[in-house]
T-cell receptor
Framework: NAGVMQNPRHLVRRRGQEARLRCSPM?????VYWYRQLPEEGLKFMVY????????ESGMPKERFSAEFPKEGPSILRIQQVVRGDSAAYFCASSWDSQNTEAFFGQGTRLTVV | GDSVTQMEGPVTLSEEAFLTINCTYTATGYPSLFWYVQYPGEGLQLLLK?????DKGSNKGFEATYRKETTSFHLEKGSVQVSDSAVYFCALILNTDKLIFGTGTRLQVFP
């Protein structure tokens, strides 16, 4: 049973480009969470999704950021018109229920904006 | 709002030393508490958890006890190894909401 798969592991974008980060949850998991980790900081919650639904996006910037978790395929975190401050590690976690008592994390995507 | 506060790092120890990483929380109800570990270049792995007061979570020689009276969940290990070098995150979850993390504490263990 593969773990949470994130790709790409590393992503370099120029300012103004779009970044797409993908997350395939563990088999059987229908709950996905995205977190952002800035250098030397902790993880900040961004968004919580279930299949085809955004449950909580209170941690996501109102502009340029969006997330989806379609019925088929991975969850996507999309950042439009990236800026230097978007450079961070983005982690996805999945769980099989809303209790989130054991969330499994992917290895993260490290986004660098140049 | 709900939050987690951890001691700042880095914590630097010699092999076989005793480890304590402090964690306190603020929550409006009764959260479940977790410790996650992040090895260099990796994602987070659940280390241990406790879901109610006085519960003790343990794994790989690490322990933490849920103390409601002091709102704490300090991580301890009696004898650290070089392989324990990593960043440790304390976290809580309340009412099936999202995980809230502390800022992390870097542990460096030298032979």
């Amino acid at each position: 049973n593969a773990g949470v798969m994130q790709n790409p592991r590393h992503l370099v974008r120029r300012r103004g480009q779009e970044a797409r980060l993908r997350c395939s949850p563990m088999k059987g998991h229908s709950h996905v969470y995205w977190y952002r980790q800035l250098p030397e900081e902790g993880l900040k919650f961004m968004v919580y999704l279930q299949k085809e639904n955004i449950i909580d996006e209170s941690g996501m910037p109102k502009e340029r950021f969006s997330a989806e978790f379609p019925k088929e395929g991975p969850s996507i975190l999309r950042i439009q018109q990236v800026v230097r401050g978007d450079s961070a590690a983005y982690f996805c976690a999945s769980s099989w229920d809303s209790q989130n008592t054991e969330a499994f994390f992917g290895q993260g995507t490290r986004l660098t904006v140049v | 709002g709900d939050s987690v506060t951890q001691m700042e790092g880095p914590v630097t120890l010699s092999e076989e030393a005793f480890l304590t990483i402090n964690c306190t929380y603020t929550a409006t109800g009764y959260p479940s508490l977790f410790w996650y570990v992040q090895y260099p270049g990796e994602g987070l792995q659940l280390l241990l958890k406790a879901t109610k007061a006085d519960d003790k979570g343990s794994n790989k020689g690490f322990e933490a006890t849920y103390r409601k009276e002091t709102t704490s969940f300090h991580l301890e290990k009696g004898s650290v190894q070089v392989s324990d070098s990593a960043v440790y995150f304390c976290a809580l979850i309340l009412n099936t909401d999202k995980l809230i993390f502390g800022t992390g504490t870097r542990l460096q263990v030298f032979p």
